[in-house]
């Protein structure tokens, strides 16, 4: 049995990947913040150390922060540090043994556009997903002498919970925009892909002020 992690799969893009992912035969750890909480190093780690393998790792957990620098503290900051790129490290650190033991394994980690394009009020989220942006491309470098691939997939606007406001505000539809379900696509795509095609980001949609 192929066996798959998804943090944030209660809802939006970790619900729609996992899904996905059991829908082709993945069995899918599904991990939510009522379960686990991502930036607790010894709960993920505790979590992970059980299983036998892991195939596929897909850090889709993460929080937002809106608002102006000026009003931004050092709390606001470490909320979405500990969850955007914390977790995601976490979570990697902990299946990289296996993942390195196996000689192979698919690690996708989910970026954002705001981490290449930054606009005003979103100094925290933006920071994180430059974080997480990086840290995939080092892992990747890293691991790719063990047959570990490693992508950061940088979605626009999404049509999901988090964002269903901004979209009505803008007049939008929701087809106007990306769906949960191509970031699930995408994740599929990947994970059919030989050892050798490596693909270290992928952008996709669109962001706007």
């Known amino acids: 049995m192929r066996e798959a992690i998804v943090t944030g799969a209660s809802r939006g893009i970790g619900k729609a990947v996992a899904d ?83 000689g192979d394994g698919l690690i996708v980690n989910i970026g954002s556009l705001r981490g290449i394009n930054c606009t005003k009020g979103r100094a925290a989220y933006t920071m994180s997903k430059i974080a997480v942006r990086a840290f995939s491309k080092t892992l990747g470098m890293e691991l790719s002498e063990h047959g570990v691939r490693v992508t950061c997939i940088n979605p626009g606007y999404v049509y999901t919970d988090m964002l269903k406001w901004r979209i009505e505000r803008d007049g939008l539809r929701p087809e106007d925009i990306l769906q949960p379900k191509d970031i699930a696509d995408t994740v599929m795509m990947l994970t059919s892909l030989s050892e050798g095609a490596r693909v270290e980001e992928i952008n996709m949609g669109e962001v706007w002020d």
């Open 20 to 102: 996905a992912l059991e829908a082709d035969g993945y069995n899918v750890h599904r991990i939510s913040t009522a379960v686990l909480d991502v930036s607790d190093r010894e709960a993920v780690r505790r979590f992970v150390e059980p299983l036998e393998r892991v195939d596929v790792l897909v850090n889709c957990a993460g929080i937002g922060h809106y608002g102006p620098i000026e009003d931004l503290d050092e709390d606001d900051i470490r909320r979405v540090y500990d969850v955007n790129v914390l977790g995601t490290v976490h979570f990697c650190k902990a299946c990289l043994p296996l993942m390195k033991e196996q």
